[in-house]
């Protein structure tokens, strides 16, 4: 399970950054539909927080913004509570990070350097929580079921709730 696993996980993760990238193309999967969906609305929701955090981490991180990206996925779950607001927070940073990568001259390579941390982070340290939340289907049926119940807003809130947690320690990384 961990192989196929991460392979979705890295599926998603390119499909999301080349989104945010602009490349425009049918999402592969259900759950790359629903993540493009929540993690641009919690984008333009935390539209300055993010670019603020990015430059900052940019600035700091010297010649490897992917070793960069796995220290902030571990403070975004520093307490242990990983959830699917912090998930979707993550793919949202991370798509502001590849844009500005990209405006500062980076490459493909970069963007799937960035996919691949994802990847190996919530697909391989994370695969237990991922499993025991139903995996990426798991994700698409917390995201159907919050729609069929008319209830998207609620959950929209209760997920950027959750994300904000993992932005207000990302920010304490980042200042430290």
């Known amino acids: 399970m961990s192989c196929r696993l991460r392979q979705q996980t890295l599926l998603l993760a390119e499909d999301y950054i080349g989104f945010c990238s602009g ?12 993540m493009r969906y929540l993690a641009k609305e919690m984008e333009q929701q935390h539209r300055t927080k993010f670019q603020s955090l990015v430059k900052e981490l940019l600035d700091n991180c010297g ?30 940073f ?13 490459n493909c390579e970069c963007s799937r350097r960035l996919a691949e941390t994802i990847a190996d982070y919530l697909g391989g340290e994370k695969q237990d929580w991922l499993i025991e939340n139903g995996g990426w289907e798991g994700f698409c049926r917390f995201f159907q079921n919050a ?7 609620s959950m929209k809130t209760a997920l950027f ?4 947690v993992g932005l207000a320690g990302l920010t304490f990384l980042l200042v430290r």
Not at 23 to 34: D, V
Not at 161 to 164: Q, T, V
């Open 23 to 34: 490349i425009q193309q049918t999402p592969p999967s259900e759950s790359a539909e629903a």
């Open 63 to 92: 010649s490897d913004p992917s070793k960069c990206l796995q220290s902030v996925m571990r403070e975004v779950v520093v307490d242990g509570k990983l959830n699917w607001g912090r998930v979707v927070s993550i793919f949202a």
């Open 147 to 153: 729609r069929l119940l008319n209830q998207e807003s």
């Open 161 to 164: 709730a959750a994300a904000g």
């Open 94 to 106: 991370t798509g502001v990070l590849a844009n500005e990568l990209i405006s500062r001259g980076g």
